[in-house]
């Protein structure tokens, strides 16, 4: 399971460094992603670098994102994590960061020696009081 923490941390950490590239080379060649932006889900290539670059270069400086209440489960090849995320970021051309609160889920397999990410599902909780507004104040 430390195998399977480091990769999900260290793909977190890379995010600070804005290098897309080496982001998704804790990525399987194909893997389904469902992320907070829309469309319902992420379409095209999963490893090509440019929409997760273009993402990045939306603020200030790339943002930060923190792991916490991390949770693994494994049985032989195949994992999955639930976490709540932290990112921290200023959009470009702000004069201040936000911070929000996520949770992801992550499914992993073994693949050549390597864990990776094979699956992630990132979601903000909404409103249930008919307004249907992101719960983006939510702390854990």
């Known amino acids: 399971m430390n195998e399977i923490q480091e990769?999900?941390?260290?793909?977190?950490a890379l995010l600070e460094t804005g290098d897309a590239t080496a982001i998704l080379s804790y990525y399987a060649p194909t893997f389904v992603e469902f992320t907070l932006a829309p469309p319902l889900r992420q379409p095209g290539n999963g490893l090509d670098p440019t929409a997760l670059a273009?993402?990045?270069a939306t603020f200030e400086a790339?943002?930060?994102r923190e792991v916490t209440d991390l949770r693994i489960t494994?049985?032989?090849?195949v994992a999955f994590a639930t976490s709540l995320?932290?990112?921290t970021a200023t959009p470009r051309?702000?004069?201040?960061?936000?911070?929000?609160?996520f949770r992801?889920?992550?499914g992993l397999r073994r693949v050549d020696g390597r864990w990776l990410v094979t699956h992630e599902h990132e979601s903000v909780p909404f409103e249930m009081d008919g307004s249907f507004r992101a719960a983006i104040s939510l702390t854990p």
């Open 104 to 106: 992801v889920t992550l």
């Open 54 to 56: 273009s993402w990045i």
């Open 7 to 12: 990769v999900i941390e260290r793909k977190a």
């Open 62 to 64: 790339p943002p930060r």
């Open 74 to 77: 494994t049985d032989g090849t």
């Open 85 to 87: 995320d932290c990112l």
């Open 93 to 101: 051309g702000a004069t201040s960061s936000f911070t929000l609160w």
